[in-house]
């Protein structure tokens, strides 16, 4: 979907001016902003889950334009704290591979961790100067974000 900003030029519709009037006045914007922070300075020890949730949120929102009020700077700051929590959750899992030979060899397992690398691949590619292509692919297991068997891994 493509809108046209001041100079007619088609944009993207995170990038439309009037879309980021839309998004800045809502009330509900700042507060599921606030919320996405707040999750992300959780102990991704005990809420990997909610984390994941924070940055699968700042990866969706995280384009130029979407968070229009906030410095550049500010939203790099956000993303390089998505992309710290994810690392911080990936080493443990991994952890947990390595005690447990049997979930190493789950195939789930395996796939989770790609997307953790993939994940945090993306934040990391938001914030350098300048920005690479984003895929166009999302990460391997968003079809199924959370696997159904999930609870297994924390047990494990």
């Known amino acids: ?6 100079n007619q030029k088609a944009v993207a519709p995170w990038q439309d001016e009037s879309s980021q009037q839309w998004l800045n006045s ?15 300075q959780l102990d991704p020890q005990q809420n990997s889950h909610e984390i994941r949730a924070a940055v699968s949120m700042v990866i969706m929102f995280c384009r130029d334009g979407f968070w ?15 992309a710290r929590q994810l690392v911080a959750i990936k080493h ?3 952890t947990k591979g390595r005690i447990n030979p049997e979930l190493k ?14 994940e945090i691949r993306i934040l990391e590619a938001r914030t350098c100067d300048p920005a690479p292509p984003m895929p166009n692919t999302p990460p391997v297991s968003w079809g199924a974000f959370w ?5 297994e891994f924390k047990k494990q």
Not at 105 to 118: E, G, P
């Open 68 to 82: 229009a009020d906030e410095p550049k700077l500010e939203m790099d700051d956000v993303i390089q704290l998505a």
């Open 26 to 40: 809502l009330k509900s914007w700042k507060q599921i902003r606030r919320l996405i922070l707040g999750t992300l």
């Open 147 to 151: 696997f159904d068997d999930f609870e």
């Open 92 to 94: 443990a899992y991994e």
């Open 1 to 6: 979907m493509i809108g046209r900003n001041s």
């Open 105 to 118: 060899a789950n195939k789930k397992y395996r796939a989770f961790l790609t997307t953790l690398d993939q």
